[in-house]
């Protein structure tokens, strides 16, 4: 029994051996197998039932045969139908077919037409106070322009689908030039008399009223003065004035015309690209001080170089140029605006107002340099945040004697919370003894641009003078709103509502707004305010409001008023 037991005990023990060595082998076949019944449960796609789908172009109907679940680009691929850029098919190319579907390409072209329209030209009348009234005096003919207008129509198929032609560009050939006809406009304005001299912008033109406003005469006939720089010397007998340039990337240049010399006998100072500043040192007709910018293509046209120049004309007529370097606190919050400067005379001071400050520059002069001395910063305020491509800076106005400056505080009132967005303007006096600002007038609006009178004795023996604002209806809305002309006291007692009238459209506020008279009118022994409204002169007795227009041409933009040599 023994041995027959250790011989099964050994056959066991081969078997179970056996099967270890090879089951990965019968792994491998159990895993064929599945894969082989996966398989023969799977019909070939070949094998499978095709669908039947029509496809309709070109006023014929294919029939193609395609696998379940294919969609309207495979049967476009079935056949040899393209899709043209426009056109499309019903459905669209990416819908899934079933049998039996129908499939629609649309044909889609377009037609262009080109028409040749003639443009009429413009009639422009320019009102011209030198004529004859209702006297026409034809300036430039008028010429038909051209264009082409570029017409496109849709078809699908065939078939107009578009409707009406539909422009959809148009190229300018010949630009119209239009009749420009010039209209006597003389009107019965009667003559006042005025004393020093008038000296007013008009439509590109200096032209000058003395001794009455009947008496006019042009001084400066270039047709090109742009009005940025406008300002007669102290004794009204220079005018400096900018003019436009025609060479690429330069702004203008500034000029010089001495009164009562034949209009073409002008001065180039050589100067350019003089937007904010410029004008004659006080009590000289030999030196002019200016600031310069910088062109550029972004609004609004040029970057300030916050800088200032002195310049100098000899007999010759030769011109010595000399750079003043600044403080570089004086560009301000938004730098690419600009400074403005204002001239006192005794002593020889500039104010200067920036976005966020207005103080003074005590300078010195000699015939070749000019030196600035101290900057003494007298109001600080918060800059307006204008969201904009511009920003608000105050108007400068000094008093006569030269110890006060009149202009204007940007403020907060408590418990604002984004003080920069402030609506409230206050007109304000600094004097310069360092006593604190003084506000005078509240809510005036953003451009009040204070003017102040010559010294106006009076009966007592005080040295009095007045201050003439524009206040606006508005104040909470003052950068749309329309103004008045108010003059008040130095002290901001006795405000008096002047011009325009009650109930007719308020002034347009622009910096240079208008001027004093340089002595009382010979007529009432008041000073007087030249003021532009609607691009014309008028002139108003700064005591009894008493009003008369003085041009009718609607062309008027800059005026200056000082006295005779």
């Given at each position: 029994?023994?041995?027959?037991?250790?011989?099964?005990?050994?056959?066991?023990?081969?078997?179970k051996r056996e099967a270890k060595r090879n089951f990965p082998a019968t792994i491998g076949i159990w895993v064929m197998l599945l894969v082989i019944l996966i398989a023969s449960c799977s019909v070939p796609k070949a094998a499978?039932?095709?669908?039947?789908?029509?496809?309709?172009?070109?006023?014929?109907?294919?029939?193609?045969?395609?696998?379940?679940?294919?969609?309207?680009?495979?049967?476009?691929?079935?056949?040899?139908?393209?899709?043209?850029?426009?056109?499309?098919?019903?459905?669209?190319?990416?819908?899934?077919?079933?049998?039996?579907?129908?499939?629609?390409?649309?044909?889609?072209?377009?037609?262009?037409?080109?028409?040749?329209?003639?443009?009429?030209?413009?009639?422009?009348?320019?009102?011209?106070?030198?004529?004859?009234?209702?006297?026409?005096?034809?300036?430039?003919?008028?010429?038909?322009?051209?264009?082409?207008?570029?017409?496109?129509?849709?078809?699908?198929?065939?078939?107009?689908?578009?409707?009406?032609?539909?422009?959809?560009?148009?190229?300018?050939?010949?630009?119209?030039?239009?009749?420009?006809?010039?209209?006597?406009?003389?009107?019965?304005?009667?003559?006042?008399?005025?004393?020093?001299?008038?000296?007013?912008?008009?439509?590109?033109?200096?032209?000058?009223?003395?001794?009455?406003?009947?008496?006019?005469?042009?001084?400066?006939?270039?047709?090109?003065?742009?009005?940025?720089?406008?300002?007669?010397?102290?004794?009204?007998?220079?005018?400096?004035?900018?003019?436009?340039?025609?060479?690429?990337?330069?702004?203008?240049?500034?000029?010089?015309?001495?009164?009562?010399?034949?209009?073409?006998?002008?001065?180039?100072?050589?100067?350019?690209?003089?937007?904010?500043?410029?004008?004659?040192?006080?009590?000289?007709?030999?030196?002019?001080?200016?600031?310069?910018?910088?062109?550029?293509?972004?609004?609004?046209?040029?970057?300030?170089?916050?800088?200032?120049?002195?310049?100098t004309i000899f007999k010759s007529k030769r011109i010595n140029q000399n750079e003043v370097k600044l403080e570089t606190s004086l560009a301000g919050a938004y730098p690419w605006w600009g400074v403005s400067f204002e001239w006192?005379?005794?002593?020889?001071?500039?104010?200067?107002?920036?976005?966020?400050?207005?103080?003074?520059?005590?300078?010195?002069?000699?015939?070749?340099?000019?030196?600035?001395?101290?900057?003494?910063?007298?109001?600080?305020?918060?800059?307006?945040?204008?969201?904009?491509?511009?920003?608000?800076?105050?108007?400068?106005?000094?008093?006569?004697?030269?110890?006060?400056?009149?202009?204007?505080?940007?403020?907060?009132?408590?418990?604002?919370?984004?003080?920069?967005?402030?609506?409230?303007?206050?007109?304000?006096?600094?004097?310069?003894?360092?006593?604190?600002?003084?506000?005078?007038?509240?809510?005036?609006?953003?451009?009040?641009?204070?003017?102040?009178?010559?010294?106006?004795?009076?009966?007592?023996?005080?040295?009095?003078?007045?201050?003439?604002?524009?206040?606006?209806?508005?104040?909470?809305?003052?950068?749309?709103?329309?103004?008045?002309?108010?003059?008040?006291?130095?002290?901001?007692?006795?405000?008096?509502?002047?011009?325009?009238?009650?109930?007719?459209?308020?002034?347009?506020?622009?910096?240079?707004?208008?001027?004093?008279?340089?002595?009382?009118?010979?007529?009432?022994?008041?000073?007087?305010?030249?003021?532009?409204?609607?691009?014309?002169?008028?002139?108003?007795?700064?005591?009894?409001?008493?009003?008369?227009?003085?041009?009718?041409?609607?062309?008027?933009?800059?005026?200056?008023?000082?006295?005779?040599?």
């Amino acid at each position: 029994m023994f041995p027959e037991a250790m011989r099964l005990y050994h056959r066991t023990l081969t078997s179970k051996r056996e099967a270890k060595r090879n089951f990965p082998a019968t792994i491998g076949i159990w895993v064929m197998l599945l894969v082989i019944l996966i398989a023969s449960c799977s019909v070939p796609k070949a094998a499978q039932k095709q669908i039947s789908v029509n496809l309709n172009a070109d006023g014929k109907t294919l029939t193609v045969q395609l696998p379940p679940d294919s969609t309207v680009q495979h049967a476009l691929d079935a056949t040899s139908l393209s899709l043209g850029s426009l056109d499309r098919t019903e459905p669209p190319v990416y819908s899934t077919l079933s049998n039996g579907d129908s499939v629609q390409l649309v044909r889609v072209t377009e037609k262009f037409d080109v028409e040749q329209v003639v443009i009429p030209f413009e009639h422009q009348t320019l009102r011209n106070e030198s004529l004859p009234k209702d006297k026409d005096v034809l300036l430039q003919s008028g010429k038909n322009g051209l264009e082409e207008i570029t017409y496109r129509q849709v078809f699908e198929d065939g078939v107009e689908i578009s409707g009406l032609p539909v422009p959809i560009k148009t190229t300018i050939i010949k630009e119209a030039v239009p009749e420009i006809v010039m209209t006597g406009v003389q009107t019965p304005f009667v003559p006042v008399a005025v004393p020093g001299r008038l000296v007013y912008l008009r439509d590109g033109n200096a032209w000058m009223i003395e001794e009455t406003t009947g008496n006019r005469q042009a001084i400066v006939t270039k047709s090109d003065l742009d009005g940025y720089i406008f300002s007669l010397s102290t004794d009204g007998a220079w005018l400096l004035f900018t003019r436009r340039s025609k060479e690429e990337g330069q702004i203008n240049s500034l000029w010089a015309a001495q009164i009562g010399k034949e209009p073409d006998q002008l001065i180039d100072l050589e100067a350019k690209n003089v937007v904010y500043f410029a004008d004659w040192v006080p009590g000289s007709t030999a030196q002019v001080v200016y600031s310069t910018v910088e062109p550029q293509i972004a609004a609004p046209g040029w970057r300030s170089n916050n800088d200032l120049h002195l310049l100098t004309i000899f007999k010759s007529k030769r011109i010595n140029q000399n750079e003043v370097k600044l403080e570089t606190s004086l560009a301000g919050a938004y730098p690419w605006w600009g400074v403005s400067f204002e001239w006192a005379t005794n002593p020889l001071r500039l104010a200067y107002a920036n976005d966020h400050q207005v103080g003074v520059l005590d300078v010195t002069i000699t015939d070749l340099e000019m030196k600035v001395d101290k900057t003494s910063p007298l109001l600080d305020f918060n800059p307006l945040q204008t969201n904009a491509s511009w920003a608000w800076v105050p108007g400068i106005s000094w008093g006569p004697d030269g110890r006060t400056i009149y202009t204007q505080d940007h403020v907060a009132p408590p418990g604002t919370t984004l003080p920069e967005e402030s609506q409230r303007f206050d007109l304000a006096a600094l004097p310069l003894e360092g006593i604190p600002p003084l506000h005078l007038v509240s809510q005036v609006g953003m451009f009040a641009y204070p003017l102040v009178s010559p010294i106006q004795p009076q009966a007592t023996g005080e040295k009095a003078y007045k201050v003439a604002y524009l206040q606006a209806a508005f104040p909470s809305q003052s950068e749309t709103s329309r103004y008045r002309l108010v003059v008040m006291d130095r002290d901001g007692s006795n405000p008096k509502a002047l011009f325009p009238a009650e109930g007719v459209p308020g002034l347009t506020p622009q910096r240079e707004w208008g001027a004093w008279s340089p002595a009382p009118l010979p007529t009432s022994s008041h000073f007087a305010i030249t003021v532009i409204y609607q691009g014309n002169l008028w002139l108003v007795d700064a005591a009894t409001g008493e009003a008369q227009q003085i041009t009718g041409d609607n062309l008027t933009s800059r005026v200056s008023w000082k006295a005779k040599p």
